[in-house]
């Protein structure tokens, strides 16, 4: 039997944490033996992991996201110290780089300069492979012993700052590299022309009929109460989601003559800055906050129209997920949607700004021939591609 290791953060409500359910769903456990170790054993997703996979104890890694005055409070010194050096460091990379705010480098840094203080994982042992799941890249490839190593990338990297020289040493470590677009691979091939040939394409797995029996395991009508048109988002409540700015597109919706409630599911830093939108905006009464939740997958049911408004994405798990439940899907046309729907066939794709996606939602929901057509083909398109595992599979013969 193979010896398959995954390491990744945690099971918090996201994206990359539903690809690894969708992953760990689609593996032979006749075939292959899987350890799963995360960083933190906790998140709202934690429950759905499934009964083969053997869970490891986590170890310092668990301190890599608590505040620092915790790690004083319990005298976690080398941690401490490792992740004051990492933020002095990144702040200042990050100038002499003159990158922007919103970049990547202090998380970097913080898995860079304490993964010496964490514990090897499963020392005894070797692994036919490691797979590190998302990025910072460092304890799998520093703390693992295995034949093989495997890292993903989950996101756009022509649209996020970082420190290229550091990160290529973290990437350039891996025998393989896994990408979940031909998007992806371009824009992080830009950044790291070299690494090209180590590249291989794994779409995020959805496992179908897990996300159909989920999606009757309750109702929610009690939460989605309106005669009208109901759009959903779902994602962390950051930059790259634009969702501070669904309250503007809703405005110009309705200033249009089309009635609609547009429900967030979710969490994080902005969410702040979008009630405060939706208050500004006096969209109090359409657009409501549903916060996180542990299965969307009634709500996405529930739902007339699945937006993804996105500035920039990897690939939105949650799309697959709405086309799966045959719901409408309209994407904005970042950087990497063409590789997450065909236009017109089994999507939409409206333009960026919010006048033009408040007039592309708009014209979709006036053009009944094209909601049938779309309609159709979901119905009789199987989404899921539990297959995909079987590259990882070929990987370990070669």
Not at 70 to 93: C, E, N, P, S, V
Not at 117 to 125: A, E, F, L, M
Not at 192 to 221: E, W, Y
Not at 312 to 328: D, H, M, N, S, W
């Amino acid at each position: 039997m193979k010896e398959i290791l995954i390491v990744s953060h945690a099971m918090e409500i996201g994206g990359a944490e539903r690809a690894l359910l969708g992953l760990l769903n689609s593996i032979d456990y006749t075939q292959y033996h899987v350890d799963l170790f995360l960083c933190r054993n906790e998140g709202e997703l934690f429950n759905q992991i499934p009964k083969d996979v053997h869970l490891l104890p986590t170890n310092q890694a668990q301190y890599l996201a608590v505040p620092m005055i915790t790690l004083l409070k319990q005298f976690k010194i080398k941690m401490l110290y490792g992740r004051l050096k990492a933020k002095i460091l990144a702040k200042k990379r990050v100038k002499q780089l003159k990158l922007k705010a919103e970049n990547q480098v202090e998380l970097t840094y913080s898995h860079l300069y304490t993964y010496a203080y964490i514990d090897n994982i499963q020392s005894h042992k070797e692994y036919d492979l490691a797979i590190s799941f998302l990025t910072p890249h460092y304890i799998c490839r520093n703390k693992v012993k295995a034949k093989k190593y495997m890292a993903w990338i989950h996101t756009d990297y022509s649209m996020i700052d970082i420190d290229i020289q550091e990160e290529f040493k973290m990437w350039s470590c891996y025998d393989y590299i896994v990408s979940i677009s031909d998007n992806c691979t371009q824009s992080f091939v830009k950044k790291f022309p070299s690494l090209k040939d180590k590249i291989i394409r794994i779409d995020n797995i959805m496992t179908q009929d897990m996300i159909l029996s989920q999606a009757d395991v309750f109702d929610v009508k009690e939460e989605m109460k309106f005669d009208g048109l109901q759009l959903l988002s779902i994602g962390r409540f950051s930059y790259a989601k634009n969702f501070d700015n669904i309250p503007e597109i809703c405005q110009r919706i309705m200033n249009l003559g089309i009635s609609i409630r547009w429900y967030i599911i979710g969490y994080g830093n902005d969410e702040e800055l979008i009630r405060n939108k939706i208050k500004e905006l006096n969209m109090q009464e359409h657009v409501f906050i549903l916060g996180k939740k542990d299965n969307s997958y009634p709500y996405i049911k529930a739902c007339d129209i699945y937006v993804q408004p996105s500035r920039y994405e990897g690939k939105a798990v949650t799309v697959r997920e709405a086309q799966i439940l045959c719901k409408p899907v309209i994407i904005t046309d970042y950087p990497t949607s063409s590789s997450q729907l065909n236009d017109s066939y089994d999507g939409i794709i409206v333009p960026m700004d919010n006048e033009g996606c408040a007039q592309g939602i708009v014209d979709f929901i006036n053009d009944k021939e094209l909601q049938e057509k779309l309609m159709s083909h979901l119905r009789n398109h199987d989404y899921s591609n539990q297959n995909e595992v079987e590259k990882i599979y070929k990987l370990m013969e070669e």
